[in-house]
């Protein structure tokens, strides 16, 4: 069994920076794939990035070159900075986590998720 927490959330201005944090409990086995995903409000959950085993990571394009996904692999913490924060990046950010991922962006590939937590991006 795992189980994912995320904290980290929060409001901040436009241009602004947070950083989200997954705590993983359990066998690192099912959570060598890793991945944040985000629900804005009257929207689809969507996926922002990801991360393999190896250490290989992956983005959506609308992130890329302002958000990092890494990890800490003592303490099993995912993270994932967001900087140049846009006020559409307000959401409900999720942790994901699987053994094994066929497709980055298939929610349906990821067996354990976390609660989620909100971040809130003003203009």
């Known amino acids: 069994q795992v189980m994912l927490v995320e904290s980290g959330g929060g409001s901040v201005q436009a241009g602004g920076s947070l950083r989200l944090s997954c705590v993983g409990f359990g066998h690192p086995y099912y959570m060598e794939s890793m991945a944040w995903f985000r629900q804005a409000p009257g929207k689809e959950r969507e996926w922002v990035a990801g991360r393999s085993g190896d250490g290989r990571t992956y983005y959506a394009d609308s992130v890329k070159g302002r958000f990092t996904i890494s990890k800490d692999n003592v303490k099993n913490i995912l993270y994932l900075q967001m900087n140049l924060l846009k006020p559409e990046d307000t959401a409900i950010y999720y942790c994901?986590?699987?053994?094994?991922?066929?497709?980055?962006?298939?929610?349906?590939?990821?067996?354990?998720w976390g609660q989620g937590t909100e971040v809130t991006v003003s203009s």
């Open positions: 994901a986590a699987a053994s094994f991922v066929r497709t980055w962006d298939g929610e349906s590939d990821y067996k354990y």
